[in-house]
């Protein structure tokens, strides 16, 4: 099995189109795919700069709010989820929890040891990487 690689993070911003924007015309990342987010009326919009993917989420303005906006988590693609998952499991660590259906680009959800997110993808982000 191949190591696992880091293929993308999530940020949660309060205006998600402008910051896909930022990205797009600073960095000239291609803006990949975008979508109505889970559980709001906003846009998600997605970046890519050919390798590593970022995910612009919206962030609820919302007073006691525990999600700040920026970096919420990052994601492995990965040849096997079941090995992964056994990894985890050896290292006395929170099993990895099945993503809803209506998420796009990871399976599972993780944390590491300081509870730290983490996706867990066998399919990849965006064009099947």
Known sequence: MGRPTIRHMAIFARDTKKMAEFYRDVFEMEIVHS???????????????????????????????????????????????????????????????????NRPYAEHRGCDTEGNLFDIAEAGFARGE
């Open 35 to 101: 979508m109505k987010a889970p559980n709001s009326d906003k846009m998600a919009w997605f970046v890519t700069d050919g390798y590593m993917n970022l995910a612009i989420l919206p962030h609820r303005l919302t007073a006691g709010d525990e999600m700040h906006p920026g970096l919420h988590h990052f994601g492995f693609k990965v040849e096997d989820y079941e090995e992964i998952a056994k990894r985890i499991a050896a290292v006395d660590g929170e099993p990895p929890q099945k993503r809803p259906s």
